[in-house]
């Protein structure tokens, strides 16, 4: 049996005779969000009761996503808009993760952050004391290409952090180009490399991925990744949760982000097929991130559940 066979055979459809095997060996599910609880600004149907159920059980419930767009504060609040309780302290975003990778890692308090995103990043870099400039107010700018015109920017950045960002811009790259090559030790940090995300519920878009690689290739390095698949988030999830990994189910739509990041951490995987990932990828021979368990979407837990 060659290893994609392997794989492949690995990989469990859930149903209701393997669920309650999947509930007893976990105390703690970490969901993805965009294609896993909602696309866009829609609700995916029976996740909030799906999500009650899992409480009821006493189950520990966490939040991850590489969205960067959004804050915990602001995705606390799209979860209350949407009528699901959810509290900041369960949701952890690659925007959040920016920051803290700053944090852990020393970054000087007198340091300014450049950023190529949105609210989200700016927001969570403020709450860990750092200052942050660029985001949406450049994406109204223009970088002016003419004779004698010198592009200034700021010498005191010493890091650069890349998202996803709908107002990218000749100006956004060149700024955060020049932070990096001509500031000593400007560090370049990417929330995620996602090449597609469900910025809305009927199609995909562009993800952070295509903003990196534009920073990847005007600077010639490589970002330090804070987001899914890297695991520096698991820290804070072992922090807060106090559980082995062993014991959590990583919850996604994405085999390369979500179940990659369940599977580096030692964690359970369950691949939701609501959002990116679809079933002949995942059973194409050439794929070799296999789930534990596979299912069509988050509800199918309850519904297997039965009366």
């Not at 990043?121 to 942050?132: T, W, Y």
């Not at 189910?249 to 990932?277: E, H, P, W, Y």
Request: aromatic share 8%; with cysteine; proline share 4%.
């Amino acid at each position: 049996m060659n290893s994609a066979t392997a794989n492949a055979s690995s990989s469990q459809r859930l149903s209701a005779q393997n669920l309650q095997a999947l509930l007893d060996s976990v105390d703690a599910f970490l969901f993805d969000c965009d294609g896993v609880i909602w696309k866009g600004d829609v609700l995916i149907d029976g996740v909030a009761q799906t999500l009650d159920m899992l409480r009821s059980k006493e189950k520990k419930l966490a939040f991850i996503t590489n969205n960067s767009t959004k804050s915990r504060r602001q995705n606390a609040e799209k979860f209350c808009s949407l009528g699901i309780s959810v509290t900041e302290d369960e949701i952890f975003t690659s925007s959040f993760a920016a920051a803290m990778f700053l944090k852990v890692n020393n970054f000087p308090q007198d340091k300014k952050v450049y950023v190529i995103g949105g609210e989200g990043i700016l927001e969570e870099l403020q709450l860990a004391g750092f200052a942050g400039l660029g985001g949406p107010e450049d994406g109204k700018k223009t970088a002016q290409l003419k004779a004698n015109c010198l592009f200034e920017h700021d010498k005191n950045v010493g890091a650069v952090v890349v998202g996803i960002d709908p107002h990218i811009n000749y100006y956004k790259l060149q700024y955060g180009t020049l932070c990096i090559r001509e500031n000593p030790g400007c560090l370049f940090i990417a929330t995620n490399r996602d090449a597609v995300g469900h910025m809305t519920n009927l199609q995909e878009w562009p993800g952070a991925g295509c903003m990196v690689a534009a920073i990847c290739g005007s600077t010639e390095k490589e970002p330090i990744l804070v987001g899914k698949p890297s695991t520096f988030m698991m820290d804070f999830l072992l922090q807060k949760f106090d559980i082995s990994c062993s014991r959590m189910c990583m919850v996604g739509d994405r085999l390369d982000t979500d179940i990659l990041f369940g599977q580096n951490a030692g964690c359970k995987t369950l691949l939701v097929l609501s959002g990116v990932t679809n079933l002949p990828t995942l059973q194409d021979p050439s794929n070799k991130i296999q789930p534990d368990y596979y299912t069509s979407k988050v509800s199918d837990i309850l519904e297997f559940m039965g009366p």
